[in-house]
């Protein structure tokens, strides 16, 4: 049987996060585990970030991101914050690099407690979405939702974060869409061979977007860091608002810059809620207590 791996379950702006210490050893978290973990109250999450022993010189650990369905994503950046944090009360240190199936990134925690990751560079090109056909101008693809003659949601910008986003601009309050029912037909859309996070944006100003997010293999949820630096750089690229926004996503506000070296980078806050271990082939869990009262203490 699977030794047991410490975890700590932690949230990014209301996005659910499992930090799981994979380091030093060979197995990893399978689908099953994580399904069974999401379907326990306790510790239904949106993604797990499993810290592995690095593989590449110069970073800090290899990074495996599973949604709640047990699929992989490419990117997590309200996971990656709270993978920060764990680390630095750790170690102390405040600057990481890690590797992820995307690529390396680097993240830094603030004094006051805020952390940015470097969210790397967006990719627009049809083919980098992906999409299934040729669009050249993928500020604003075809694509509608609803009656053919008045769409409820139509003409999205698309952008690849290391994971793909679809986000559709909205003139009223983002809350008075039915996401929930519009997400999962547009996420499984078979524009999106690899399926896509749906995002649902309002322009509010020069330098604010209000969002709300439907996620690629996890549904619902209060915060999505990549879709905030999606919603930014194609809220920019379509003359909407300027370089540095607010993103406003229902757990808070994550600040979002796209940098003149194309780079994205994302600030915002990570929280630890209680710690324990899990079985990385089951999902079996339970809690460290002694951690958990020192933390609410
Ligand atoms: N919550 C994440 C995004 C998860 C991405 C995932 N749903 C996918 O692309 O499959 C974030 O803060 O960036």
Request: with cysteine; proline share 5%.
């Amino acid at each position: 049987m699977a030794a047991y791996a410490q975890f700590a379950k932690m949230n990014g702006l209301g996005n659910e996060i499992i930090v799981a210490d994979m380091r030093g050893r060979a197995d990893r978290i399978t689908a099953d585990a994580a399904i069974a973990l999401d379907r326990d109250p306790a510790t239904k999450f949106d993604q797990i970030m499993a810290i592995h022993s690095a593989r590449t010189g110069g970073t800090e650990a290899y990074i495996e991101i599973i949604n709640s369905d047990g699929s992989q994503a490419q990117a997590c950046g309200n996971g990656m914050r709270c993978v920060v944090q764990a680390l630095s009360s750790e170690t102390g240190k405040r600057e990481f690099t890690f590797e992820t199936i995307a690529g390396i990134l680097t993240a830094q925690e603030h004094p006051d407690g805020q952390i940015s990751v470097d969210m790397g560079t967006p990719r627009f090109d049809w083919q980098d979405i992906p999409l299934a056909e040729p669009f050249h101008d993928t500020r604003r693809i075809e694509l509608q939702i609803g009656p053919i003659d008045a769409p409820v949601l139509h003409s999205p910008s698309v952008a690849n974060m290391g994971n793909p986003h679809a986000i559709f601009w909205v003139d009223q309050d983002v809350w008075t869409y039915d996401l929930e029912r519009f997400g999962p037909l547009l996420e499984n859309h078979p524009i999106f061979p690899e399926r896509a996070n749906i995002s649902i944006a309002q322009v509010t100003s020069r330098n604010a977007i209000t969002l709300r997010t439907w996620e690629r293999g996890a549904g619902l949820t209060k915060a999505c860091g990549s879709a905030a630096c999606a919603a930014g750089v194609s809220a920019a690229r379509t003359g909407r608002t300027e370089r540095v926004v607010t993103v406003t996503v229902p757990g808070g506000p994550l600040l979002i810059e796209w940098l003149e070296n194309d780079h994205v980078i994302m600030t915002g806050p990570a929280e630890w809620e209680f710690s324990g271990s899990l079985n990385p082939a089951t999902g079996a869990w339970h809690r460290d207590e002694a951690k958990s009262s020192q933390g609410a203490a």
